[in-house]
Protein backbone atom coordinates (compact mmCIF):
# COMPACT_ATOMS: atom_id res chain seq x y z
CA UNK A 1 0.00 0.00 0.00
CA UNK A 2 1.55 3.35 -0.80
CA UNK A 3 2.66 6.04 1.62
CA UNK A 4 -0.71 8.13 0.32
CA UNK A 5 -3.40 5.75 0.78
CA UNK A 6 -1.84 4.63 4.26
CA UNK A 7 -2.14 8.23 5.42
CA UNK A 8 -6.23 8.04 4.15
CA UNK A 9 -6.50 5.64 6.23
CA UNK A 10 -4.83 6.68 9.47
CA UNK A 11 -6.87 9.72 8.87
CA UNK A 12 -10.15 8.45 8.77
CA UNK A 13 -9.10 5.87 11.52
CA UNK A 14 -8.50 9.06 13.90
CA UNK A 15 -11.82 10.74 12.72
CA UNK A 16 -13.63 7.84 14.20
CA UNK A 17 -15.27 6.46 10.30
CA UNK A 18 -15.19 3.03 9.56
CA UNK A 19 -13.21 1.72 6.69
CA UNK A 20 -14.07 -0.84 4.61
CA UNK A 21 -12.59 -3.55 2.52
CA UNK A 22 -9.69 -3.68 4.94
CA UNK A 23 -9.62 -5.69 8.01
CA UNK A 24 -8.51 -4.49 11.39
CA UNK A 25 -5.63 -5.95 12.33
CA UNK A 26 -3.79 -4.42 9.17
CA UNK A 27 -5.54 -1.45 9.72
CA UNK A 28 -3.84 -0.91 13.03
CA UNK A 29 -0.82 -1.96 11.54
CA UNK A 30 -1.28 0.54 8.43
CA UNK A 31 -2.25 3.34 11.16
CA UNK A 32 1.09 2.69 13.71
CA UNK A 33 3.02 2.92 10.50
CA UNK A 34 0.89 6.38 9.04
CA UNK A 35 1.92 7.64 12.84
CA UNK A 36 5.61 6.83 12.93
CA UNK A 37 5.97 8.10 9.64
CA UNK A 38 4.52 11.64 10.53
CA UNK A 39 6.39 11.79 13.55
CA UNK A 40 9.22 11.17 11.27
CA UNK A 41 8.73 13.69 9.16
CA UNK A 42 7.69 16.12 11.77
CA UNK A 43 10.94 15.55 13.76
CA UNK A 44 13.30 16.01 10.42
CA UNK A 45 11.27 19.62 9.94
CA UNK A 46 12.82 20.33 13.19
CA UNK A 47 15.95 19.44 13.15
CA UNK A 48 15.84 21.57 9.77
CA UNK A 49 14.63 24.69 11.78
CA UNK A 50 17.31 23.92 14.45
CA UNK A 51 19.96 23.94 11.95
CA UNK A 52 18.66 26.77 10.21
CA UNK A 53 18.93 28.79 12.97
CA UNK A 54 22.13 28.03 13.82
CA UNK A 55 23.52 28.89 10.70
CA UNK A 56 21.59 31.77 10.18
CA UNK A 57 21.47 33.71 14.12
CA UNK A 58 19.80 37.24 14.46
CA UNK A 59 23.12 38.57 15.34
CA UNK A 60 23.05 42.68 17.00
CA UNK A 61 26.26 44.48 15.88
CA UNK A 62 27.72 45.48 19.44
CA UNK A 63 30.49 47.82 19.80
CA UNK A 64 33.35 47.72 22.62
CA UNK A 65 33.89 50.65 23.85
CA UNK A 66 37.58 50.18 26.07
CA UNK A 67 39.21 53.68 27.77
CA UNK A 68 41.12 54.49 30.36
CA UNK A 69 40.53 57.56 32.30
CA UNK A 70 43.04 59.41 35.12
CA UNK A 71 40.52 62.58 36.08
CA UNK A 72 37.34 61.26 34.61
CA UNK A 73 36.93 63.44 31.45
CA UNK A 74 37.99 60.64 29.52
CA UNK A 75 35.90 58.33 31.73
CA UNK A 76 33.09 61.34 30.44
CA UNK A 77 33.66 60.63 26.74
CA UNK A 78 33.44 56.91 26.82
CA UNK A 79 30.25 57.28 28.44
CA UNK A 80 29.34 60.04 25.67
CA UNK A 81 30.17 57.33 22.76
CA UNK A 82 28.41 54.80 24.53
CA UNK A 83 25.10 56.57 24.22
CA UNK A 84 26.02 57.59 20.60
CA UNK A 85 26.22 53.74 20.43
CA UNK A 86 22.62 53.20 21.34
CA UNK A 87 20.70 55.67 20.09
CA UNK A 88 22.22 54.21 16.40
CA UNK A 89 20.54 51.42 17.77
CA UNK A 90 23.70 49.24 18.37
CA UNK A 91 24.66 47.30 21.66
CA UNK A 92 27.55 49.01 23.51
CA UNK A 93 29.66 47.26 25.53
CA UNK A 94 31.70 49.48 28.38
CA UNK A 95 35.34 48.21 29.36
CA UNK A 96 37.98 50.08 31.68
CA UNK A 97 41.18 49.35 30.99
CA UNK A 98 41.98 49.64 34.51
CA UNK A 99 40.21 46.90 36.15
CA UNK A 100 43.07 44.30 35.11
CA UNK A 101 40.69 41.34 36.69
CA UNK A 102 37.56 41.74 34.49
CA UNK A 103 37.48 40.09 31.48
CA UNK A 104 36.60 41.33 28.62
CA UNK A 105 35.16 39.35 25.08
CA UNK A 106 35.48 40.23 21.73
CA UNK A 107 33.04 37.47 20.46
CA UNK A 108 30.19 39.29 18.49
CA UNK A 109 31.79 42.91 17.90
CA UNK A 110 32.08 44.42 15.02
CA UNK A 111 33.74 47.67 15.81
CA UNK A 112 35.97 48.81 18.77
CA UNK A 113 36.57 52.35 20.02
CA UNK A 114 39.82 53.50 21.63
CA UNK A 115 40.03 56.27 24.00
CA UNK A 116 42.43 57.69 26.50
CA UNK A 117 43.84 60.71 28.36
CA UNK A 118 47.37 61.93 27.46
CA UNK A 119 49.33 62.27 31.37
CA UNK A 120 52.66 63.34 31.25
CA UNK A 121 52.99 63.33 27.87
CA UNK A 122 51.93 59.72 27.31
CA UNK A 123 48.43 57.51 27.74
CA UNK A 124 48.09 55.60 30.70
CA UNK A 125 49.83 52.37 31.01
CA UNK A 126 47.38 49.89 31.59
CA UNK A 127 45.17 51.39 28.24
CA UNK A 128 48.56 50.69 26.30
CA UNK A 129 48.65 47.26 27.90
CA UNK A 130 45.42 46.71 27.16
CA UNK A 131 46.10 47.55 22.92
CA UNK A 132 48.73 45.34 22.94
CA UNK A 133 47.61 42.26 24.51
CA UNK A 134 44.65 42.31 22.15
CA UNK A 135 46.60 43.65 19.18
CA UNK A 136 45.18 40.75 16.84
CA UNK A 137 41.69 40.86 18.07
CA UNK A 138 41.68 44.61 17.72
CA UNK A 139 43.19 43.96 13.89
CA UNK A 140 40.36 41.93 12.93
CA UNK A 141 37.62 44.79 13.71
CA UNK A 142 37.12 48.35 12.93
CA UNK A 143 38.66 50.61 15.63
CA UNK A 144 38.68 54.31 16.01
CA UNK A 145 41.05 55.78 18.74
CA UNK A 146 40.15 59.10 20.39
CA UNK A 147 43.23 60.23 22.21
CA UNK A 148 42.19 62.95 24.71
CA UNK A 149 44.68 66.07 25.67
CA UNK A 150 44.84 69.90 26.63
CA UNK A 151 46.83 70.04 23.39
CA UNK A 152 44.75 69.08 21.40
CA UNK A 153 42.28 71.82 22.88
CA UNK A 154 44.43 74.18 20.91
CA UNK A 155 45.84 75.00 17.38
CA UNK A 156 49.07 75.76 18.03
CA UNK A 157 49.17 72.22 20.33
CA UNK A 158 47.69 69.88 17.58
CA UNK A 159 51.12 68.46 16.29
CA UNK A 160 52.03 68.34 19.81
CA UNK A 161 48.93 66.05 20.35
CA UNK A 162 49.79 64.21 17.81
CA UNK A 163 53.00 63.76 18.50
CA UNK A 164 51.44 61.87 21.79
CA UNK A 165 49.62 59.95 19.16
CA UNK A 166 52.33 58.06 17.33
CA UNK A 167 54.23 57.28 19.97
CA UNK A 168 51.64 55.25 21.65
CA UNK A 169 51.16 53.41 18.10
CA UNK A 170 54.60 53.13 17.88
CA UNK A 171 54.82 51.51 21.31
CA UNK A 172 51.79 49.13 21.23
CA UNK A 173 52.37 48.44 17.23
CA UNK A 174 48.93 48.70 16.62
CA UNK A 175 47.53 51.35 13.92
CA UNK A 176 43.58 51.99 13.94
CA UNK A 177 41.77 52.44 11.14
CA UNK A 178 40.64 56.02 12.45
CA UNK A 179 41.65 58.33 15.02
CA UNK A 180 40.72 61.70 16.15
CA UNK A 181 42.62 64.06 18.41
CA UNK A 182 39.84 65.21 21.25
CA UNK A 183 40.11 68.31 23.54
CA UNK A 184 40.11 67.43 26.97
CA UNK A 185 39.74 69.24 30.55
CA UNK A 186 41.26 71.28 33.08
CA UNK A 187 40.19 69.68 36.63
CA UNK A 188 41.78 71.79 39.02
CA UNK A 189 40.28 70.55 42.11
CA UNK A 190 41.88 66.94 41.14
CA UNK A 191 45.22 68.89 40.79
CA UNK A 192 47.87 68.71 43.22
CA UNK A 193 50.69 71.54 43.59
CA UNK A 194 52.94 70.00 41.00
CA UNK A 195 50.26 69.28 38.70
CA UNK A 196 48.80 72.50 38.44
CA UNK A 197 52.27 74.14 37.99
CA UNK A 198 52.85 71.56 34.95
CA UNK A 199 49.34 72.51 33.62
CA UNK A 200 49.92 76.07 33.88
CA UNK A 201 53.74 76.54 32.83
CA UNK A 202 53.71 73.45 30.40
CA UNK A 203 50.50 72.15 29.13
CA UNK A 204 49.27 75.39 28.83
CA UNK A 205 51.85 77.48 28.36
CA UNK A 206 51.05 80.72 25.91
CA UNK A 207 47.73 79.07 24.88
CA UNK A 208 45.80 81.97 26.75
CA UNK A 209 44.21 80.39 30.04
CA UNK A 210 45.03 80.47 33.35
CA UNK A 211 44.05 77.32 35.28
CA UNK A 212 43.81 79.58 38.40
CA UNK A 213 40.54 80.43 36.63
CA UNK A 214 39.12 76.97 37.72
CA UNK A 215 37.85 74.73 35.95
CA UNK A 216 36.92 74.30 32.19
CA UNK A 217 35.79 72.13 30.04
CA UNK A 218 37.56 72.10 26.27
CA UNK A 219 36.03 69.11 24.84
CA UNK A 220 33.73 69.92 21.75
CA UNK A 221 30.96 67.21 21.93
CA UNK A 222 29.41 68.05 18.94
CA UNK A 223 32.95 68.11 16.86
CA UNK A 224 33.17 64.60 18.48
CA UNK A 225 29.12 63.14 17.85
CA UNK A 226 30.40 64.15 14.60
CA UNK A 227 33.43 61.88 14.36
CA UNK A 228 31.29 59.10 16.20
CA UNK A 229 29.01 59.23 13.61
CA UNK A 230 31.44 59.15 10.94
CA UNK A 231 32.98 56.23 12.41
CA UNK A 232 29.96 54.04 13.15
CA UNK A 233 28.86 54.73 9.70
CA UNK A 234 31.75 53.53 8.39
CA UNK A 235 31.20 49.92 6.41
CA UNK A 236 32.57 46.99 8.44
CA UNK A 237 35.37 45.53 6.80
CA UNK A 238 38.86 47.53 7.52
CA UNK A 239 40.33 49.66 4.80
CA UNK A 240 43.91 48.61 5.58
CA UNK A 241 44.29 52.87 5.75
CA UNK A 242 44.50 55.27 9.10
CA UNK A 243 41.86 57.92 8.41
CA UNK A 244 41.45 61.18 10.60
CA UNK A 245 37.97 62.27 11.89
CA UNK A 246 39.57 65.05 14.26
CA UNK A 247 40.35 68.39 14.03
CA UNK A 248 36.77 69.60 12.45
Same mark, same amino acid.
Given at each position: ?26 ? *? ?12 ? *??? $? ?37 ? $???? @? ?9 ? *? ?25 ? %? ?5 ? @???? @? ?72 ? %? ?33 ? @???
Amino acid at each position: MKGDQALHFYRLRLSGRRVSGIDTPAL *NLICRKSRAGEISQ *NAD $KAQLQRKQATIMPEVQMAILIAFGTVEGQTGKIARFAEG $KVRE @AGLEAVLFDTA *NKTAPVSFDGVDKVILAAPVHERRHPV %PFEIFIA @AHRE @ALAARRTLLLSVSLSAAFPEGLAEADDYLIEMKMRTQFTPDAEALVAGAVQTRKYDYFATQVVRHVVLRDRGYD %PSKGEHEFTDWDALAATLDDFLALEAPRRGKTERL @AER
